[in-house]
């Protein structure tokens, strides 16, 4: 089994769309028992609150589940809990190397790291209209359908 965290900053959009995004698909592909997954954001703003609204609105119109997701920080004891570690932006995969132990187990890597044609970056739609959040989820179904490929 593939233990998958995905990451952004507060966990209330990015990271959670990723989680849902890649339960959806292998479910759809009927793979669940081949992966474990979670999301965690590496600040705690909002620790225990749902994904933001907009995101889920625009995961929902995609026949997406979000709304049993809650947010949560990364802990140390992710690093050896899961085997890889995505995390969405530069500045997010920073702040998971300065606190990752030395001997973790896991591997830390960019979202769109092996996407064609991608940004380097899942921009975040926090601040913007709803089109922002259609585009992350755009960028994410391809990641995930790369990332579940792989492992499969």
């Known amino acids: 089994m593939v233990k998958v965290l995905f990451v952004c900053l507060g966990n209330i959009c990015r990271s959670p769309a990723a989680e849902a ?8 592909q009927g793979t669940n028992q081949r992966f474990a997954w979670d999301s965690a954001g590496t ?14 609105e625009a995961a929902q119109a995609r026949g997406i589940a979000m709304d049993d997701l809650r947010a949560r920080q990364v802990k140390v004891t992710d690093f050896y809990e899961y085997d890889l570690i995505i995390a969405m932006d530069k500045s997010n995969l920073a702040n998971l190397k300065a606190i990752q132990p030395v001997d973790s187990k ?47």
């Open 21 to 28: 995004t890649f339960r959806h698909l292998c479910q759809q």
């Open 106 to 152: 896991a591997d830390l890597v960019l979202m769109l790291d092996n996407a064609d044609n991608a940004p380097a970056e899942v921009p975040d739609p926090y601040y913007g209209g709803m089109d922002g959040f259609y585009q992350v989820l755009d960028m994410l179904d391809t990641a995930c359908r790369r990332l579940h490929d792989q492992h499969c």
């Open 43 to 56: 600040a705690a703003y909002h620790i225990g609150k749902a994904a933001d609204s907009r995101m889920r």
